[in-house]
């Protein structure tokens, strides 16, 4: 049971979403082409630029389905998912079918064709949403594109998928977080189809590679054989990614029914050992706990209060970890996020603005956090 104090910061979540954020993005963050803005000012005014990323467009066509979903000028929404989902099964797309990173906003394609997992999984994670807003052109095309990842970037040799095409020298987690992401909206939207296996899979690489098995922390970086990269690199890890991964293995766990995973614990354990005070959460950390580097970002809050979500969902009744959620939608409320709609994506070790855009990217994290937060507390 969620306390009143949280269910009322649900309902400015919502207000803020529904009054500032959608309108700011549906007006000032469409550019040509039928493509939305890679950014605004601090002013909130459009920016203009030569390039967008392809996962700019996959994450605002997210953006704009929970927008239909909280009933936010639906038309509306649903015109700039379709505008969305053509570009994401279009343009964003190489002829094998795989995602590129980098499109020309003069509607001339991609700039940069390279093949990236990362990409490919958030154009996945979208045309699911769309799908499960009844939009029939998303999972025809999501399903085509899952026979390119398998055709071209399946590793059956070491397990998981090669994150880029011409493949890097180092393997990658996050990646891969967001293909389990994907997989699990792809799911929801498509029940009979193969999802959770392909799911299962990657928490199973979770636990085998990516999961040190002496701390209970999460690697970021390693060798092509899977083994974690020596040195700094691998030593610090990312808090944010700890907190994205409670998150996911809760959601995991609910959608197959299996166990709690029982490194998913200790991922948010050792998360809370890394925030201040106030409950901000910072850029990296050693696997001991000690922070490296004070810098923090708006993602890293709205993933630390989605882990709070999720250990809300697991035990109800501990007021510790609504107190945590509390505390970590004050500081994103007050310190990241801009009343017309916007966002202060990144704040120095001295905690100066060190930003002089605004990405529309940052979107996403702060729209699912806030589902969440709505979802969880029922209001």
């Not at 509306?76 to 505008?83: G, N």
């Not at 079918?97 to 394609?109: C, E, M, P, V």
């Not at 890394?274 to 993602?299: I, N």
Request: hydrophobic share 40%.
């Amino acid at each position: 049971m969620t306390s009143s104090a949280l269910k009322r910061r649900a309902r400015e979540a919502r207000d803020w979403m529904v009054e500032s954020c959608f309108p700011l993005w549906s007006q000032e963050g469409i550019g040509t082409h039928g493509l939305f803005r890679e950014a605004l000012d601090l002013s909130h005014r459009p920016l203009d630029s030569e390039s967008t990323r392809v996962r700019v467009q996959a994450r605002q066509t997210y953006v704009f389905c929970i927008a239909h979903d909280l009933c936010w000028d639906r038309d509306r929404a649903e015109r700039l998912v379709q505008m969305g989902v053509h570009s994401l099964k279009g343009s964003c797309l190489r002829s094998d079918g795989l995602a590129g990173r980098i499109l020309a906003t003069d509607g001339s394609g991609l700039s940069d064709a390279r093949a990236d997992l990362y990409d490919t999984a958030f154009v996945l994670f979208a045309l699911a949403e769309a799908a499960q807003m009844g939009n029939e052109d998303a999972l025809p095309a999501a399903r085509a594109i899952l026979q390119s990842i398998d055709a071209m970037l399946a590793d059956a040799a070491q397990g998981g998928y090669a994150e880029m095409l011409p493949r890097g020298s180092q393997r990658l987690q996050n990646p891969h977080m967001h293909l389990l992401e994907a997989c699990h909206a792809l799911h929801r939207a498509d029940p009979d189809g193969p999802h959770l296996e392909r799911a299962k899979a990657i928490v199973s690489l979770f636990t085998e590679k990516m999961l040190d098995p002496e701390t209970q922390t999460l690697s970021e970086f390693f060798r092509p054989d899977w083994t974690v990269e020596t040195g700094e690199a691998g030593e610090i890890v990312e808090p944010g990614h700890q907190f994205e991964w409670v998150w996911l293995l809760q959601r995991h766990s609910a959608l197959t029914g299996a166990d709690l995973h029982p490194a998913l614990v200790h991922l948010y354990d050792f998360g809370l050992r890394t925030l201040d005070e106030e409950g901000r959460a910072f850029t990296s950390a050693r696997r001991d706990g000690t922070v490296t580097d004070h810098s923090r970002r708006t993602w890293m809050q709205t993933e630390a209060l989605k882990a709070h979500l999720a250990m809300i969902e697991l035990d109800g009744n501990d007021e510790e970890h609504d107190r945590h959620a509390v505390q970590c939608f004050d500081v994103l409320m007050d310190e990241f996020l801009t009343p017309q709609g916007g966002w202060i994506d990144r704040f120095d070790e001295e905690g100066h603005v060190a930003t002089e855009t605004m990405p529309a990217s940052t979107g996403y994290h702060v729209v699912l956090a806030f589902e969440e937060l709505i979802r969880v507390t029922g209001v």
